[in-house]
């Protein structure tokens, strides 16, 4: 590992003025920043609004009723009737209590002439005594507005892991271009002495050829790789974005924690990795919340199957104070009730949509459970895949030891004038041909190594 180090140390020339943006760094700039990152919290803020709005529902109302009648100078009628009703979360009990003043000469039998008050409870005894759709609708507002925090993780999950993949593509990028124009440097250095050889009759002409084809090679290699290290510095650029919502391209002498590429990362163990998975993948528990508002469904469409049995009762009294002089008497003389009976005779439209609630939650079921396999199989993949990696890399880190070496030797042995040009490119281009198959490992193990806690949903 120290050798994987020092050789990055090396062949990565960062000029004096240089700053370096570090994994950490750019992650917690996407994650403030973002407009993913920020969407992701909106999902939160619609939900807690969808809440506010279900408990509404629930909201004490006033209303007022008003009404006169006067025709060629009689007095028909006149009402007033202000009322508030007050809802509860209690076996659907709504409280309501007004005060009434009629009077006319054809005021209608059964309202009360002059002032009086009245008292009283409205509540279903069988359809919605358990549940009705303002209780539903609370509770599967409640439901996801929970759900809405997994709604954001998959978003942040699904972000940083896009965040990752790029950040380390532009250190390859960028790790690729300074090896070649490192090499490139070296062999324009040997070029121009082997030219001044030649020019001093110690060299033949061949080898100044020979030196020259091999800059043409590295210079091409360092062009295309210049172009690819803009491509990926771009895209990098798109999860740039500054606390005033405005995106801003990459500055040029910004550079990569090439070090950290290097480095192995510790991994969990796969049983850790899976219980993980298990309890805290968004996906999946957005599933277990989406089975829990279905259950609420379930409930309420069983009161369907129910009759309609709700009942109604009013104390009423005299005058504007409806407690004045009750007692039990006084509360048998003064009341008003009353009961609304409806029973469909077949049931059907309530057995239907019941059986659909139980198919739904029987479907969503067999959702979760092929998505957990789908996590539980894509992090086996990814680890496996790490762990193959690793033992990669270290068998062409060996195979770059052994290369470099040959390299040195070879160029004591031109120096000592006991070997080629020839040789020492083909060592070269070997050496080359390596470390990019190093790089290409490299970029392969941190994308694989990220993707387990992308798929795990443990990313944040």
């Not at 950490?24 to 969407?39: D, G, T």
């Not at 210049?226 to 606390?243: C, G, H």
Request: hydrophobic content about 40%.
């Amino acid at each position: 590992m120290k050798k994987i180090v020092l050789f990055i140390l090396i062949l990565t020339s960062i000029s004096a003025n240089a700053q370096m943006l570090t994994p950490e760094a750019f992650i917690e700039q996407v994650r403030q920043n973002h407009p993913v990152a920020k969407q992701a919290t909106i999902q939160i803020e619609k939900a807690k609004a969808d809440l506010l709005s279900a408990r509404g529902n629930f909201d004490p109302t006033f209303t007022f009723d008003a009404g006169s009648k006067t025709f060629d100078g009689k007095n028909y009628y006149f009402y007033t009737n202000p009322e508030i009703k007050v809802p509860t979360k209690l076996g659907g009990l709504d409280i309501k209590g007004g005060l009434q003043n009629n009077g006319g000469d054809n005021l209608a039998n059964e309202a009360t002439g002059g002032q009086s008050s009245y008292l009283g409870i409205e509540m279903p005894i069988a359809k919605g005594l358990l549940i009705d759709k303002r209780r539903a609708a609370l509770q599967q507002a409640q439901i996801y507005r929970s759900q809405s925090d997994q709604e954001r993780n998959r978003m942040v999950n699904d972000l940083l892991f896009d965040a990752y993949v790029n950040y380390w593509q532009w250190t390859s990028t960028y790790q690729l271009y300074n090896i070649y124009f490192n090499f490139f440097t070296i062999s324009l250095d040997r070029y121009r002495l082997i030219k001044i050889a030649y020019q001093n009759g110690d060299r033949a002409s061949i080898d100044t050829i020979e030196a020259l084809t091999q800059v043409q090679n590295f210079e091409m290699l360092q062009a295309d790789a210049r172009v690819k290290l803009n491509t990926a510095s771009l895209e990098m650029s798109n999860f740039l974005w500054n606390d005033q919502d405005s995106a801003y391209l990459l500055p040029e002498k910004v550079v990569p924690d090439t070090v950290r590429f290097a480095l192995n990362i510790s991994l969990q163990s796969l049983e850790t990795l899976l219980s993980r998975a298990a309890q805290e993948n968004p996906e999946l528990r957005s599933y277990n919340y989406k089975l829990d508002a279905l259950e609420v469904e379930r409930k309420l469409k069983l009161q369907n199957i129910l009759p309609l049995v709700n009942i109604k009762a009013n104390l009423l009294n005299q005058d504007y104070n409806v407690f004045k002089g009750v007692n039990s008497a006084f509360i048998q003389n003064n009341n008003i009730w009353g009961v609304d009976v409806k029973i469909p005779l077949f049931l059907r439209e309530g057995r239907g949509q019941y059986r659909k609630a139980k198919l739904m939650i029987e479907e969503t079921n067999y959702d979760l459970n092929l998505k957990k396999w789908e996590v539980e199989t894509k992090v086996r993949n990814y680890f496996t895949e790490t762990i193959l990696l690793q033992q990669q890399i270290r068998v062409t880190q060996n195979a770059f030891n052994g290369f470099s070496a040959l390299l040195r030797a070879e160029n004591l042995r031109l120096q000592n004038g006991e070997s080629s040009l020839f040789l020492i490119n083909t060592r070269e281009n070997k050496v080359i041909e390596t470390a990019e198959k190093l790089i290409s490992l490299r970029l392969k193990y941190l994308k694989a190594n990220y993707a387990i806690e992308w798929s795990a949903g443990i990313l944040r």
